[in-house]
């Protein structure tokens, strides 16, 4: 048995669900989630428990679970979005917990033993719209560019989703998944997160000391947005965490550090030191691949399993 306490994607997957089960119980919880729990299983709480720090870790995946909940339903309002790709799905439950119009068609991503098992456990379960479960490695460079075209080509207003994803890819396969959904035109609108460099340096001598490589961070970059807009997005709404959390008002004893960032940074994020983006498609092709710092890659990158 491995010393790690972190052994693949799936275990991340499950320590998040049952993050969401933990403010799904608390009392004046931001969401319920009532399958958070079972998709969890025990294996989720025990991820938990092993972790030096893992039940204050617990607050950055309810504020970004509850930032994207609020984006994306604002989002298929407003621009009348009518797919949601959810790349790296794992075992998120949008579908089903969100207030979604019925003909929304939501696509979930993700390996096949995840899809499998997320199957069985939802079996019979009703989602609020139109949802399909695709079974690819989204490193798979060629598969996975494959898929983006044909979702392309049926969709009219698109949103990807990348929650919990970018960070564990090395910078080139950011690059190559940036430059894949620019190309595709009806592929407007992308939702992620991404953290500083700083942030990077702290996750070398804390998570990446007791995780598989396959769940190491890795991406962080120098700029920030502007590493995006590079490669044909633009940011159209950007939310920090620490911002957040004040927002929120979570019940959340803030450590030294966290009070003197909050000190210094006051109440306006700094894109800067990472947060949550909502990306806009750059119709101009010329912009992609400008000023660029970061190789692109000619032919498929490095795969890795990607949670």
């Avoid at 608390?26 to 319920?32: A, E, I, Q, V, Y």
């Avoid at 803030?254 to 003197?260: A, E, K, P, Y």
């Avoid at 912009?287 to 399993?305: I, L, M, Y």
Wanted: aromatic share 10%; net charge negative.
């Amino acid at each position: 048995m491995s010393s790690l306490f972190i052994q693949d994607t799936f275990d991340t997957a499950r320590l998040t669900a049952y993050y969401r089960a933990l403010e799904t119980e608390r009392p004046g919880g931001l969401f319920k989630d009532e399958y958070a729990r079972q998709l969890a299983g025990e294996r989720g709480a025990e991820v938990m428990h092993s972790l030096p720090r893992g039940e204050q870790e617990k607050w950055s995946l309810v504020v970004r679970t509850h930032v994207y909940d609020e984006i994306i339903q604002r989002l298929i309002e407003q621009e009348e979005i009518d797919t949601v790709v959810n790349l790296a799905a794992g075992l998120d439950t949008r579908p089903y917990r969100l207030s979604l119009p019925p003909s929304l068609r939501w696509i979930e991503v993700d390996h096949s033993d995840v899809i499998a098992y997320k199957e069985a456990q939802l079996e019979g379960k009703e989602s609020h719209c139109a949802l399909e479960r695709v079974a690819l490695d989204i490193t798979d460079y060629q598969a996975r560019k494959t898929f983006l075209q044909r979702v392309n080509q049926d969709a009219k207003r698109a949103l990807i989703l990348t929650e919990g994803l970018l960070i564990y890819l090395y910078p080139e396969q950011v690059v190559a998944l940036a430059k894949d959904i620019q190309e595709c035109e009806h592929l407007g609108w992308w939702l992620t997160e991404y953290i500083s460099p700083f942030a990077l340096k702290r996750d070398d001598a804390y998570w990446n000391t007791f995780v598989a490589d396959s769940v190491k961070t890795r991406f962080a970059p120098e700029g920030g947005l502007a590493f995006f807009q590079r490669f044909g997005w633009q940011s159209e709404e950007f939310h920090g965490p620490l911002q957040e959390i004040l927002r929120l008002r979570l019940p959340i004893k803030l450590n030294w550090f966290i009070r003197v960032l909050l000190f210094l940074g006051g109440k306006k994020p700094d894109p800067a030191a990472g947060g949550f983006v909502l990306l806009k498609r750059i119709a101009e092709e010329s912009t992609v691949g400008e000023s660029s710092t970061v190789d692109v890659p000619s032919q498929e990158p490095e795969k890795e399993d990607v949670k």
